[in-house]
Each structure stands twice: as C-alpha cells, then as structure tokens.
C-alpha cells in the first residue's frame, strides 16, 4: 500500500475542489439559464445568467463608473467578454452605451427601462432558482460556504468584488 504524504493529499483535495467547482460553475449555469428563460429554451423571454449577473453588477456600481473594465472587475472576467455581453443586450434595447463623463476614452453601460423591466422578472426567477438549489443547506452551512468560497477567491491577494451593498437601478 502506498504512503501518501499530507502534502499529495492536500493537493488531491484542491484538484477535487477544482473539478467540482468547475462542473458545478458549468452546472449552474446551465440550470439557470433554463430556469430564467434565457437559455436553449428560447420560449420564455428572459436573461442569461451572465446576462443577469451583469445587469446585477450595473445596478452595484456608483452611477457614471458602470464602465466595461469595472463592469469586468466585479464579474471577474475580461473586459472582451463584457464587451459582448453589452453588446447582446444593446440589440435587446435592455442597456445603452453613452461617453464617460469623467474619462473621454471610456463608456458607462446604463440599464434602459426595458432592462429594468426584464432584471426584475429575472431577478424574481433567480431568486425562485436559488432557494431551490439552496433547500439542503442550513444558513449556518450557507454561511460556511460563502466564507470558504471567498477565502478561495483571495488566493491571488484580490477580493471579490462587492455584491453585499444594496443593488439600484440608475
């Protein structure tokens, strides 16, 4: 029988952590998608879930700073692929891009009225999601699992963005 060291034992848990955060990542947002009407099943109108976390990200930041990079911060992902999520939602007439007031080489994505309309239904459905998925856990375990996947996120030295503060629509 072999002798497995702490050190490879610790380091099969982070690759089964990884795998599962992956697949599950994936998982979710695919059933969210379903759920919110804005995936494969294009019978209800509705949002992606990246859609709708970036409407959620908008709706976070102070008004006149929802530009494409801190949009991109808060959803910790590139600038690229914010740009294409505006860009979906721009022909959707949910969001409009207008100048920067504060820096002529930037752009502010602002949520039209139909975005507000549409966040709102989704948001509702998301919510309907979430206590679905969440129905085994107590809030001491939700707790835990928030604490540990933001102690995950500090692994470069940079936190999360905050998703804590009291969402508006501007």
Known sequence: M???TET???LFLMQQVYATLFSLSNKLQAKGDEHLGGGRSRHLEGLTTRQLMMMISIMHLPEGEASLNNIAR???TSKQNVK???SILEKHGYVVVLPSRLDRRSSNVRITEAG???TLKC???GNAFLEKIS???TEEELETLWSLLRKLYRFDGEEQAD???EATFR
């Open 2 to 4: 072999s002798h497995i």
């Open 74 to 76: 808060m959803l910790g």
């Open 135 to 137: 129905e085994s856990f």
């Open 84 to 86: 294409q999520l505006v």
């Open 163 to 165: 998703f804590e503060e």
């Open 8 to 10: 490879q034992k610790k």
């Open 123 to 125: 948001g509702t459905m």
């Open 116 to 118: 507000k309309q549409i």
